[in-house]
């Protein structure tokens, strides 16, 4: 199927309050532009610099998300343009983030990334932390950031079972949170192997990569 027909088709599947961020990481800006010619205008990406070069030529309509770890001394590069940061796992990166967004003059939206994979090479942080950072003095002082959610992925594995359970806990945790923080709205999780449970878990933005542009070439 063409990139086109894959967007249909996953369009007509997402429930109307699930956003779809089409992940192009690797991606040549021609797969881009036929996803955005089917009507996509969500992007994600997981390195800065890629997505920076995406974004000067690409049609300026589309908004960009980081989906990827942000190393701070990049912030300065999407600043200009990044619509959401899905991967936020300190205070130290959100201050970078404050301070980037004020020069620019724009509010940047950010997601908290939970650790909810057993593997321990999946960033992110867990509940404790994540409130540490929600309650902190120096997140209330910032005017130029905005946390609107969690994001999270699910362990690699062909155990169903074991993703429902780790979503549904990211999901009890954004309810948890949301009471408390009336600017929580976006819950990601979901990537092309498992964004079907992570709807019915309660999903509202789902990263989909492959299922759209194909299997990635890393070479
Ligand atoms: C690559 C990536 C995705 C998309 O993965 P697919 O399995 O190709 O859908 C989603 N989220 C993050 C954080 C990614 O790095």
Redesign the pocket.
């Known amino acids: 199927m063409s990139i086109a027909e894959n967007i249909k088709t996953l369009k007509a599947e997402l429930p109307e309050e699930v956003s779809l ?1 089409a ?1 192009s ?1 690797t991606k040549p800006k021609e797969d881009l532009l036929e996803a955005y010619e089917a009507g996509q205008r969500l992007f ?1 990406e ?1 390195k800065i610099q890629e997505m920076a070069e995406k974004w000067e030529e690409l049609p300026k309509d589309i908004q960009w998300h980081m ?2 770890h942000v190393q701070r001394n990049k912030v300065k590069y999407m600043a200009p343009f990044v619509s959401l940061i ?2 936020v796992d300190s205070l130290k990166l959100l201050k970078e983030i404050e301070k980037q967004a004020k020069k620019n003059d724009r509010k940047i939206q950010c997601l908290l990334q939970i650790k909810i994979a057993e593997e321990d090479t999946k960033y992110g942080i867990d509940i404790e932390e994540a409130k540490n950072i929600l309650l902190s003095d120096a997140y209330r002082e910032m005017s130029h950031v905005e946390i609107i959610g969690l ?1 999270g ?1 699910a362990t690699l594995t062909e155990d169903q079972a074991k993703i429902r359970s780790e979503f549904s806990f990211l999901k009890r945790t954004f309810d948890e949170f949301k009471k408390e923080h009336p600017t929580f709205s976006t819950l990601s999780m979901g ?3 498992d ?1 079907k449970i992570a709807i019915e878990c309660g999903s509202t933005m789902v ?7 194909g299997e ?1 070439d890393y070479n």
């Open positions: 961020v992940i990481k994600g997981n989906v990827g899905h991967a994001m992925m990537m092309s192997g964004y990263r989909v990569g492959s299922a759209i542009f990635r």
